[in-house]
């Protein structure tokens, strides 16, 4: 019972929905973080092909753009390709392409696993679907330089049919990297529900549009106005309970399978390390102590020139004087108050609501958030097997995808919508598929 308990206090509730019974949206809280993140996962496959190489029963070739897949007799029999030169090139600089030599390598089975089409801008924008609006000019990045989509159409022009290019899973909370490891690197914030959200202009987005409830739904609202960032008001309160970071950098704790760092960043006061360094050096954050101090800094910021800061304040006026109310017609205050009914996130996801103008509460803090790139929720058609497919249905001998390139799986396992949490047991799952496809 004690370790139900625990969990119950701690697993996430992300992705509410906020709509109808029957609309999108996440009706229990789960976890979706892994202990460890992404290195925890790595670890052991990294390890085994480490063995594998010190053995001799694997050649791991860095720094080998493939760009074309070799046919023979119908089947996909190799690769051929461009032998980059080596590049040591700083943090945050995307690595030389400048090819010094070619190669070529056959092989009884060939699995295609280089992950989806964030990092290539212009991809994005040529897939992106209709029912979102017109895609951003102004995006940052939430995959590395090198997710640029480049083997989904390699393997087109071997046969390899592309499907549901317009199923996408980009997030509205990015922010600047201050520290970036790629060019563009943006950092999603994970947002609680507390924060004040508004347009580009001011305006306050509609319900259910709460930090946290509909990343799609958003994303959609916002390609509207005509701008491709939004803001978030809020307070220091707010930023230390609620402001969670996407990668294994910005969570130390998880990372390093620390259980002391993990109690002390997550229950005590102030906010994480990796929280701090964004307010400090963050180029997206400003933190002023009052009211007037913060419209006017916004107004300053880089885009801040179209905001209405009369809107703004009567906004923030507004959704202040609904705290005093115990009845509250503001269904963001109303959910909030809802929300903290849970234990998890009263605990460590939901700060105790009070007036963003609050001195006890703050300095005030506001957010400026641009879209970023993220999921390919589409990509190589496969079989069950991780076979890929052809136009016309039929079975590429000695091809196969996984993970993000086939879309988590077959080429879009997950629909227009996609939980959060989700996309890990995919890439696994696909990834065995198609190996012990690929070894019979």
Excluded at 121 to 127: F, G, K, T
Excluded at 252 to 270: E, I, Q, Y
Excluded at 280 to 291: H, K, P, S, T
């Amino acid at each position: 019972m004690g370790l139900v308990a625990a969990a119950e206090a701690t697993a996430g509730w992300a992705e509410r929905g906020g709509y109808g019974a029957l609309g999108p949206g996440n009706s229990v809280p789960r976890f979706h973080i892994t202990w460890g993140t992404g290195p925890g996962i790595v670890t052991p496959f990294e390890e085994a092909a480490r063995r594998a190489e010190d053995a001799g029963t694997l050649t791991i070739l860095p720094r080998h753009r493939v760009t074309e897949l070799v046919i023979a007799d119908g089947a996909v029999v190799g690769a051929r390709g461009d032998v980059l030169a080596d590049s040591a090139t700083e943090r945050g600089v995307t690595s030389s392409r400048d090819a010094v030599g070619d190669f070529e390598i056959t092989a009884g089975a060939t699995i295609v696993a280089s992950g989806g089409i964030g990092g290539n801008h212009e991809l994005v924008r040529s897939a992106w679907p209709e029912r979102l609006g017109t895609p951003p000019a102004h995006m940052l990045s939430g995959v590395p330089s090198y997710v640029d989509g480049s083997m989904q159409t390699v393997s087109a022009a071997a046969g390899a049919r592309l499907i549901n290019g317009d199923r996408m899973g980009h997030y509205v909370e990015g922010i600047q990297n201050w520290n970036p490891v790629w060019p563009m690197h943006g950092i999603r914030i994970l947002p609680g529900p507390s924060s004040l959200w508004l347009d580009a202009t001011g305006r306050r987005l509609p319900v259910p549009l709460f930090p946290g409830f509909d990343t799609l739904g958003t994303l959609e609202h916002l390609r509207t106005t005509g701008h491709d960032h939004s803001w978030f008001v809020t307070s220091r309160q707010i930023v230390e309970k609620e402001f969670a970071l996407s990668g294994s950098e910005q969570n130390p704790d998880l990372t390093g399978r620390d259980v002391k760092l993990l109690l002390k960043s997550r229950l005590a006061k102030g906010p994480t390390g990796p929280v701090q360094a964004f307010l400090d050096e963050g180029a997206d954050f400003i933190v002023e102590n009052d009211l007037e101090s913060l419209l006017e800094q916004m107004q300053r910021h880089d885009g801040g020139g179209i905001l209405d800061i009369d809107q703004v304040r009567r906004e923030i006026i507004a959704r202040d004087r609904e705290m005093d109310n115990d009845f509250t017609k503001d269904a963001q205050i109303g959910m909030l108050r809802s929300m903290r009914g849970y234990r998890g996130d009263k605990l460590i996801r939901t700060a105790a609501p009070h007036r963003l103008q609050d001195p006890g509460a703050g300095p005030m803090i506001a957010v400026k958030l641009h879209v970023l790139t993220r999921k390919s929720l589409g990509g190589i058609n496969t079989d069950l097997a991780g076979r890929a497919l052809g136009s016309d249905g039929a079975v590429i001998p000695g091809l196969f995808a996984a993970g993000e390139a086939s879309g988590f799986g077959g080429g879009g396992v997950h629909g227009y919508r996609a939980l959060e949490g989700t996309f890990l047991g995919g890439c696994l799952f696909s990834g065995r598929q198609a190996g012990r496809a690929a070894a019979c």
